[in-house]
């Protein structure tokens, strides 16, 4: 619900998303009534799911299931600088692996991001599949050359994998580490992992917000960002919704 240059962060993100050629429909998922006013209010789709979920894969399975769409991306609500690109990218990248029915984004990790809990790595065969997840940051290097992986906060799941996922208990590794995406890893199913070379801050704590303002400043302002008007993004076909994003509980 923070305000970003006058805009709420979940309303950022949902309208970055719309701009994703390779999505129809676009719809935040939340617990949260506040929310649904709020994307009322820019014209966005939305779907109240229950405030029991312990995480947004959770709750994006639900509001999968009341909407009836199989195929969808999960889009982070706190990524409002999210790259339309990247969407599409990771969604070519599932289609081009008929060996996976989910697949996770990731980019270079920065090196203020190494040893920070709340960004995740990640290490991958030689397959583009993943291997593992870490608030640590792995792969262990006896030289400085080795290059690691930041996790993303964006999945995207076809077929029976957001079903599959909710019949499932957490296994020792997702409780250890936190990451929902070992639901897969702990039991033998391939994700696929799409390398992007790029990903703007996300908000993970408040204080992430100075890191976003001075990446926009950085890169052309806010106006270099654009989130449209309410009746639609300009100079872009707003298509109904099916991703979902999540906020103070809200996934598109």
């Known amino acids: 619900m923070v305000k970003i240059d006058g805009i709420p962060m979940v309303v950022r993100s949902a309208m970055r998303a719309i701009q994703a050629t390779s999505v129809d429909r676009v719809v935040v998922a939340t617990d949260d009534a506040r929310i649904v006013d709020v994307c009322s209010e820019y014209g966005l789709e939305s779907v109240i799911t229950s405030m029991d979920h312990p995480t947004g894969t959770d709750r994006v399975a639900e509001a999968a299931a009341e909407l009836g769409v199989t195929d969808v991306v999960n889009v982070q609500g706190d990524e409002p600088l999210i790259i339309p690109d990247t969407i599409d990218a ?4 599932l289609i081009r692996d008929p060996s996976a ?5 990731a980019c270079a ?6 040893h ?4 995740v790595k990640v290490v ?3 397959q583009n599949h993943l291997l593992y997840f870490s608030r640590h940051p792995i792969p262990f290097a006896w030289e400085d050359t080795t290059p690691r992986l930041r996790h993303l906060g964006l999945y995207a799941f076809r077929k029976d994998a957001l079903s599959r996922y909710t019949t499932r208990l957490p296994g020792p590794l997702e409780q250890a580490e936190r990451i929902e995406m070992f639901r897969f890893l702990e039991y033998g199913d391939p994700v696929a992992l799409i390398e992007v070379s790029e990903n703007p801050p996300a908000i993970d704590v408040p204080e992430d917000l100075g890191r976003i303002e001075e990446y926009v400043a950085h890169h052309g302002g806010w106006a270099a960002f654009p989130v449209g ?3 639609g993004l300009d100079g872009v076909h707003a298509v ?4 979902r994003k999540g906020s103070s509980n809200a996934d598109v």
């Open 90 to 93: 990771l969604v070519d990248g």
């Open 101 to 105: 029915e989910v697949a996770n984004a």
């Open 109 to 114: 990790l920065g090196v203020d991001d190494e």
């Open 116 to 119: 920070s809990p709340n960004v």
């Open 124 to 126: 991958v065969t030689q």
């Open 229 to 231: 008007s309410r009746a």
């Open 240 to 243: 109904p919704p099916l991703c």
